[in-house]
Protein backbone atom coordinates (compact mmCIF):
# COMPACT_ATOMS: atom_id res chain seq x y z
CA UNK A 1 0.00 0.00 0.00
CA UNK A 2 0.93 3.69 -0.53
CA UNK A 3 0.16 5.35 3.16
CA UNK A 4 0.76 8.54 4.06
CA UNK A 5 1.17 9.72 8.01
CA UNK A 6 -0.34 12.77 9.04
CA UNK A 7 1.32 13.40 12.29
CA UNK A 8 2.95 15.93 14.29
CA UNK A 9 4.56 14.18 17.12
CA UNK A 10 7.67 13.37 15.16
CA UNK A 11 8.20 10.16 17.74
CA UNK A 12 5.23 8.80 16.83
CA UNK A 13 5.46 9.70 12.95
CA UNK A 14 9.01 8.50 12.91
CA UNK A 15 7.77 4.83 14.58
CA UNK A 16 4.73 4.30 12.16
CA UNK A 17 7.25 5.42 9.02
CA UNK A 18 9.57 3.19 9.99
CA UNK A 19 7.58 0.26 10.87
CA UNK A 20 5.48 0.42 7.66
CA UNK A 21 8.13 0.61 5.26
CA UNK A 22 9.69 -2.37 6.67
CA UNK A 23 7.02 -4.04 5.80
CA UNK A 24 7.08 -2.71 2.31
CA UNK A 25 4.61 -0.50 2.00
CA UNK A 26 5.35 3.23 0.54
CA UNK A 27 5.39 6.04 3.27
CA UNK A 28 5.11 9.67 3.06
CA UNK A 29 4.69 11.94 6.33
CA UNK A 30 3.49 15.58 7.06
CA UNK A 31 3.96 17.42 9.79
CA UNK A 32 0.93 19.65 9.53
CA UNK A 33 -2.26 19.92 8.42
CA UNK A 34 -2.19 22.02 5.17
CA UNK A 35 0.65 20.39 4.38
CA UNK A 36 -1.00 16.84 5.02
CA UNK A 37 -4.01 17.92 2.74
CA UNK A 38 -2.00 19.09 0.25
CA UNK A 39 -0.57 15.48 -0.47
CA UNK A 40 -3.70 13.70 -0.06
CA UNK A 41 -5.13 15.93 -2.43
CA UNK A 42 -2.36 15.43 -5.38
CA UNK A 43 -1.22 11.91 -4.81
CA UNK A 44 -3.03 8.31 -5.02
CA UNK A 45 -2.54 6.87 -1.62
CA UNK A 46 -4.26 3.65 -0.75
CA UNK A 47 -4.72 5.02 3.06
CA UNK A 48 -3.95 7.74 5.34
CA UNK A 49 -3.39 8.02 8.73
CA UNK A 50 -4.12 10.90 10.54
CA UNK A 51 -3.77 12.28 14.26
CA UNK A 52 -6.73 14.71 15.22
CA UNK A 53 -4.27 17.40 16.64
CA UNK A 54 -2.58 19.23 14.41
CA UNK A 55 -1.03 22.69 13.61
CA UNK A 56 -2.36 24.60 10.87
CA UNK A 57 -5.37 22.55 10.43
CA UNK A 58 -6.79 20.27 12.67
CA UNK A 59 -7.39 16.37 11.43
CA UNK A 60 -11.25 17.04 11.60
CA UNK A 61 -10.94 20.08 9.35
CA UNK A 62 -9.01 18.43 6.62
CA UNK A 63 -10.91 14.95 7.06
CA UNK A 64 -13.86 17.35 5.97
CA UNK A 65 -12.15 18.71 3.54
CA UNK A 66 -10.49 15.94 1.87
CA UNK A 67 -14.63 14.43 1.88
CA UNK A 68 -16.49 17.63 0.86
CA UNK A 69 -14.31 19.94 -1.49
CA UNK A 70 -11.77 17.22 -2.77
CA UNK A 71 -14.37 14.95 -3.23
CA UNK A 72 -11.45 12.12 -1.68
CA UNK A 73 -12.31 8.69 -0.86
CA UNK A 74 -8.97 7.19 0.59
CA UNK A 75 -9.83 5.27 3.79
CA UNK A 76 -9.06 7.30 6.76
CA UNK A 77 -7.33 5.94 9.84
CA UNK A 78 -7.68 8.66 12.84
CA UNK A 79 -5.56 8.98 15.56
CA UNK A 80 -6.15 10.30 19.01
CA UNK A 81 -5.29 10.45 22.48
CA UNK A 82 -9.52 11.39 22.90
CA UNK A 83 -11.22 8.60 23.95
CA UNK A 84 -15.16 9.34 24.77
CA UNK A 85 -18.29 8.21 22.39
CA UNK A 86 -18.43 12.15 21.36
CA UNK A 87 -15.02 12.56 19.85
CA UNK A 88 -15.09 8.64 17.84
CA UNK A 89 -18.87 10.46 16.93
CA UNK A 90 -17.07 13.45 15.26
CA UNK A 91 -14.53 11.97 13.85
CA UNK A 92 -16.67 9.18 11.79
CA UNK A 93 -19.24 12.42 10.87
CA UNK A 94 -16.30 14.29 9.82
CA UNK A 95 -15.39 11.20 7.13
CA UNK A 96 -13.19 9.21 9.11
CA UNK A 97 -13.39 5.35 8.58
CA UNK A 98 -11.63 3.61 11.52
CA UNK A 99 -10.39 5.52 14.96
CA UNK A 100 -7.35 3.99 16.94
CA UNK A 101 -7.25 5.47 20.59
CA UNK A 102 -3.24 6.46 21.39
CA UNK A 103 -0.73 4.42 22.71
CA UNK A 104 -1.56 1.77 20.10
CA UNK A 105 0.47 -1.34 18.90
CA UNK A 106 2.14 -0.48 15.54
CA UNK A 107 0.95 -4.56 14.24
CA UNK A 108 -2.48 -2.65 14.92
CA UNK A 109 -2.41 -0.07 12.42
CA UNK A 110 -1.07 -1.74 9.61
CA UNK A 111 -3.70 -4.33 10.72
CA UNK A 112 -6.62 -1.72 10.34
CA UNK A 113 -5.24 -0.57 7.35
CA UNK A 114 -4.91 -3.28 5.71
CA UNK A 115 -8.70 -4.41 6.29
CA UNK A 116 -9.47 -0.65 5.32
CA UNK A 117 -8.16 -1.33 1.83
CA UNK A 118 -9.24 -4.54 1.68
CA UNK A 119 -12.90 -2.98 1.92
CA UNK A 120 -12.01 0.02 -0.36
CA UNK A 121 -10.92 -2.78 -3.39
CA UNK A 122 -13.95 -5.43 -3.29
CA UNK A 123 -17.13 -3.34 -3.20
CA UNK A 124 -20.32 -5.18 -2.64
CA UNK A 125 -22.07 -4.50 -5.63
CA UNK A 126 -21.86 -1.72 -8.56
CA UNK A 127 -26.04 -1.42 -9.32
CA UNK A 128 -27.92 1.40 -8.27
CA UNK A 129 -29.92 0.31 -5.33
CA UNK A 130 -33.49 1.29 -4.27
CA UNK A 131 -35.42 0.58 -1.47
CA UNK A 132 -38.83 2.12 -0.53
CA UNK A 133 -37.54 6.01 -0.68
CA UNK A 134 -34.14 5.48 -0.58
CA UNK A 135 -31.39 4.86 -3.47
CA UNK A 136 -27.42 4.18 -3.12
CA UNK A 137 -25.72 4.78 -6.21
CA UNK A 138 -22.09 2.53 -5.24
CA UNK A 139 -20.33 3.48 -8.38
CA UNK A 140 -20.57 7.95 -7.14
CA UNK A 141 -20.86 7.38 -4.42
CA UNK A 142 -24.00 8.64 -3.62
CA UNK A 143 -27.23 8.13 -1.31
CA UNK A 144 -30.67 9.69 -1.95
CA UNK A 145 -33.38 9.47 0.68
CA UNK A 146 -36.79 11.06 0.05
CA UNK A 147 -35.56 12.84 -2.43
CA UNK A 148 -32.82 14.70 -0.71
CA UNK A 149 -28.80 13.22 -0.53
CA UNK A 150 -27.68 11.94 2.21
CA UNK A 151 -23.79 12.54 2.64
CA UNK A 152 -21.88 9.84 5.40
CA UNK A 153 -18.91 8.55 6.37
CA UNK A 154 -17.46 5.69 3.71
CA UNK A 155 -18.12 2.97 6.53
CA UNK A 156 -21.79 4.43 7.18
CA UNK A 157 -22.16 4.13 3.35
CA UNK A 158 -21.02 0.37 3.12
CA UNK A 159 -23.18 -0.35 6.46
CA UNK A 160 -26.34 0.96 4.43
CA UNK A 161 -25.43 -0.81 1.16
CA UNK A 162 -25.44 -3.91 3.20
CA UNK A 163 -29.02 -3.54 4.79
CA UNK A 164 -30.23 -2.47 1.20
CA UNK A 165 -29.00 -5.51 -0.41
CA UNK A 166 -30.91 -7.19 2.61
CA UNK A 167 -33.56 -5.34 3.21
CA UNK A 168 -37.00 -6.64 5.03
CA UNK A 169 -34.28 -9.68 6.40
CA UNK A 170 -32.35 -9.07 9.62
CA UNK A 171 -28.46 -8.88 9.11
CA UNK A 172 -26.62 -9.35 12.18
CA UNK A 173 -24.11 -7.13 14.07
CA UNK A 174 -21.27 -10.22 13.47
CA UNK A 175 -21.88 -9.92 9.72
CA UNK A 176 -22.03 -6.18 9.61
CA UNK A 177 -18.69 -5.70 11.34
CA UNK A 178 -16.75 -8.53 9.62
CA UNK A 179 -18.25 -7.43 5.74
CA UNK A 180 -17.22 -3.76 7.12
CA UNK A 181 -14.18 -3.86 9.34
CA UNK A 182 -12.93 -7.43 9.01
CA UNK A 183 -10.62 -8.53 11.85
CA UNK A 184 -10.09 -5.13 12.46
CA UNK A 185 -12.94 -4.66 13.93
CA UNK A 186 -12.16 -3.80 18.08
CA UNK A 187 -15.71 -3.57 19.83
CA UNK A 188 -19.25 -3.14 19.25
CA UNK A 189 -19.03 0.35 20.10
CA UNK A 190 -17.18 0.79 16.42
CA UNK A 191 -20.70 -0.42 14.70
CA UNK A 192 -23.03 1.27 17.04
CA UNK A 193 -21.01 4.66 16.45
CA UNK A 194 -21.58 4.30 12.34
CA UNK A 195 -24.76 3.27 13.01
CA UNK A 196 -25.83 6.11 14.86
CA UNK A 197 -24.13 8.53 12.76
CA UNK A 198 -26.21 6.80 9.71
CA UNK A 199 -29.17 7.03 11.28
CA UNK A 200 -28.85 10.46 12.10
CA UNK A 201 -28.23 11.54 9.12
CA UNK A 202 -31.39 9.32 7.33
CA UNK A 203 -33.49 11.31 9.70
CA UNK A 204 -32.52 14.59 8.62
CA UNK A 205 -32.93 14.08 5.51
CA UNK A 206 -36.08 11.68 4.77
CA UNK A 207 -38.00 12.80 8.28
CA UNK A 208 -37.79 9.37 9.43
CA UNK A 209 -35.32 6.49 10.69
CA UNK A 210 -35.83 2.95 7.81
CA UNK A 211 -33.40 1.41 9.94
CA UNK A 212 -34.61 -0.62 12.74
CA UNK A 213 -32.74 -2.03 15.36
CA UNK A 214 -33.39 -6.04 16.29
CA UNK A 215 -32.54 -6.48 19.87
CA UNK A 216 -29.33 -8.96 20.55
CA UNK A 217 -29.31 -9.54 17.26
CA UNK A 218 -28.62 -6.98 14.64
CA UNK A 219 -30.22 -4.51 12.42
CA UNK A 220 -33.12 -4.65 9.26
CA UNK A 221 -34.10 -2.25 6.84
CA UNK A 222 -37.92 -0.91 6.27
CA UNK A 223 -39.21 -0.15 3.07
CA UNK A 224 -41.49 2.67 4.84
CA UNK A 225 -42.14 4.59 7.82
CA UNK A 226 -41.78 1.44 10.33
CA UNK A 227 -41.19 1.57 14.17
CA UNK A 228 -36.99 1.50 14.44
CA UNK A 229 -36.10 1.83 17.45
CA UNK A 230 -32.31 3.74 18.18
Not at 96 to 109: G, H
Amino acid sequence: MRILIIEDDSTIAANLYDFLAARGHAVDAAADGITGLHLAVSHGFDAIVLDLGLPGMDGATLCRKLRGEARIDTPVLMLTARDTLEDKLAGFEQGADDYLVKPFALKEVEARLNALHKRRSGRTTTRTLRVGDLALDPATPMIRFAGMEVKVPRKCFQLLELLMIHAGKVVSRAELEDAVWGEAQETSDTLRSHMHVLRRALRAAGGYDPVETVHAIGYRLNSGRGDATA
